[in-house]
């Protein structure tokens, strides 16, 4: 009869194919391996030979497990998956075979499996991958930050107010100094100022028949005194 390893009857004996075993002497079939675990080689006689494929991982003979998202193991064996670079992700795919899966992660750029810059201020990233990282839209920016994973990082810039591209300037007698959501200021009472998009209180000018430092609190001009220009 067959020896372990061979199936068959009498002289019409073959081996195993590759993915196979069978353990014992006899005329049964040769076992499967496991899912997702195989042999190279023909003749396989134990299921121990059944080895993890790549992307998966496990004891020799046992029930592989996939790689988990952000890993990677490019052999087979029961070697553990390596975890991706730093700001790099596999886009939540998991199994993966090979460290070019670890692509740049949100608000980073850069080649698959090579070497990776952060976004820049004022710019944003939004999904895995190698593209370019996106310009906030006119008149926001990031507030310094770097790695903005949103266009929601992107905020109205000094001078504007909203939110994302829906970006307005401040009118004319309003100002706002930082980035930001916030809605803008108005000039102390009895100033103002006629452009609009101005990012400083010092941008706030007495009105006529007023004087004051720019920004400061106005006085009204005292009797027998006038003032025609802001």
């Not at 009498?10 to 496991?34: F, L, M, Q, R």
């Not at 075979?97 to 499996?113: D, E, H, Q, R, W």
């Not at 810059?117 to 939004?126: E, G, R, S, Y």
């Amino acid at each position: 009869i067959p020896l372990a390893g061979y199936t068959g009857t009498y002289a019409a004996v073959t081996a195993c194919e590759a993915g196979k075993y069978k353990a014992s002497a006899g005329t049964s079939i040769c076992d499967n391996c496991p899912d997702n675990s195989g042999v190279t080689a023909t003749a396989s006689n134990a299921v121990t030979d059944c080895r993890a494929d790549a992307g998966h991982t496990g004891s020799d003979g046992g029930i592989p497990t996939e790689c988990s998202t952000d890993t990677y193991k490019t052999v087979i064996g029961d070697a553990g998956c390596t975890a991706c670079p730093s700001n790099t992700a596999t886009g939540g795919a998991a199994g993966s075979t090979t460290g070019s899966a670890c692509v740049a992660a949100l608000g980073y750029t850069g080649p698959n499996g090579g070497t990776l810059t952060v976004c820049l201020a004022d710019t944003f990233k939004a999904n895995t991958g190698a593209a370019g990282c996106t310009a906030c839209p006119s008149n926001t920016e990031t507030g310094g930050a770097t790695g903005a994973t949103a266009i929601a990082a992107c905020v109205a810039g000094a001078g504007y107010t909203g939110t994302n591209d829906a970006v307005t300037a401040c009118e004319a007698g309003k100002y706002k100094a930082s980035a930001g959501t916030s809605i803008c200021d108005n000039c102390p009472d009895n100033s103002g100022v006629t452009a609009t998009a101005s990012t400083a209180v010092t941008d706030c000018l007495a009105d006529v028949g007023y004087t004051a430092a720019d920004g400061g609190a106005p006085t009204e001009c005292g009797t027998g005194a006038y003032k025609t220009t802001i």
